[in-house]
């Protein structure tokens, strides 16, 4: 469990502060078939992210910076290079988690739990959550970006997550940051800059050996 745990903190719990401009969407049907058609399009993506991870009991955000790589279906590999090293890879019922300490492996097969959360990663990332049946999902707009806001349905889930939000840029659909809640309240905001999709990514950058 401390390793699920750990890959928490450093993916997601993301929270985003109370925006009151954002309304809910009158026209979900178009957004959900414009939406999907988008995401359907994208097989790669490469990009710059910065990660806001807000602590209750600490002032200050602890920031870090780094470069994640995507591929379909489920190849996600997420490399910390500040202000410490860190590796994260996900590729299919994988995990590699590489630090100081050492380099870890450990497959999700035989728990529904990790099997989810590696569903859910996938989802966010390709703009899929929307057929996510774990999830019970509300569609928002203001006049920049949409967002989708993820409650989990099951107990279990509901303890690492009290929400899950997609924030889409309007201009283009794409998603600009992906936001989880926590029940306790701390937070985490992973933005995407410089994002390059449908590149040619080799499979060896998804390596869990």
């Given at each position: 469990m401390l390793n699920l745990k750990i890959f928490l903190f450093l993916l997601f719990s993301l929270q985003l502060s109370a925006q009151s401009d954002f309304k809910?969407?009158?026209?979900?049907?178009?957004?959900?078939?414009?939406?999907?058609?988008?995401?359907?399009?994208?097989?790669?993506?490469?990009?710059?992210?910065?990660?806001?991870?807000?602590?209750?009991?600490?002032?200050?955000?602890?920031?870090?910076k780094?470069?994640?790589?995507?591929?379909?279906?489920?190849?996600?590999?997420?490399?910390?290079?500040?202000?410490?090293k860190?590796?994260?890879?996900?590729?299919?019922?994988?995990?590699?988690?590489?630090?100081?300490?050492?380099?870890?492996?450990?497959?999700?097969?035989?728990?529904?739990l990790f099997?989810?959360?590696?569903?859910?990663?996938a989802d966010c990332i390709r703009g899929n959550v929307l057929n996510n049946k774990d999830f019970e999902t509300e569609i928002?707009?203001?006049s920049k970006q949409y967002k989708i806001e993820m409650k989990p349905l099951s107990k279990q889930m509901k303890t690492y997550f009290s929400s899950i939000h997609l924030m889409i840029n309007k201009s283009d659909l794409d998603v600009a940051s992906i936001i989880m809640n926590e029940p306790s309240g701390d937070f985490t905001k992973l933005s995407f800059q410089n994002k390059l999709l449908?590149?040619?990514?080799?499979?060896?950058?998804?390596?869990v050996k």
């Amino acid at each position: 469990m401390l390793n699920l745990k750990i890959f928490l903190f450093l993916l997601f719990s993301l929270q985003l502060s109370a925006q009151s401009d954002f309304k809910p969407l009158k026209n979900e049907a178009d957004f959900t078939k414009r939406f999907t058609e988008a995401s359907a399009k994208i097989n790669t993506i490469k990009s710059d992210f910065i990660q806001e991870k807000h602590l209750s009991m600490l002032e200050e955000k602890i920031v870090s910076k780094g470069i994640f790589w995507f591929k379909k279906e489920q190849k996600v590999r997420m490399e910390y290079l500040s202000p410490t090293k860190y590796l994260i890879v996900m590729n299919d019922k994988t995990f590699r988690i590489k630090d100081a300490s050492g380099d870890k492996k450990m497959a999700t097969g035989g728990n529904k739990l990790f099997q989810q959360i590696s569903q859910i990663t996938a989802d966010c990332i390709r703009g899929n959550v929307l057929n996510n049946k774990d999830f019970e999902t509300e569609i928002m707009e203001n006049s920049k970006q949409y967002k989708i806001e993820m409650k989990p349905l099951s107990k279990q889930m509901k303890t690492y997550f009290s929400s899950i939000h997609l924030m889409i840029n309007k201009s283009d659909l794409d998603v600009a940051s992906i936001i989880m809640n926590e029940p306790s309240g701390d937070f985490t905001k992973l933005s995407f800059q410089n994002k390059l999709l449908n590149s040619t990514l080799s499979d060896e950058v998804f390596s869990v050996k």
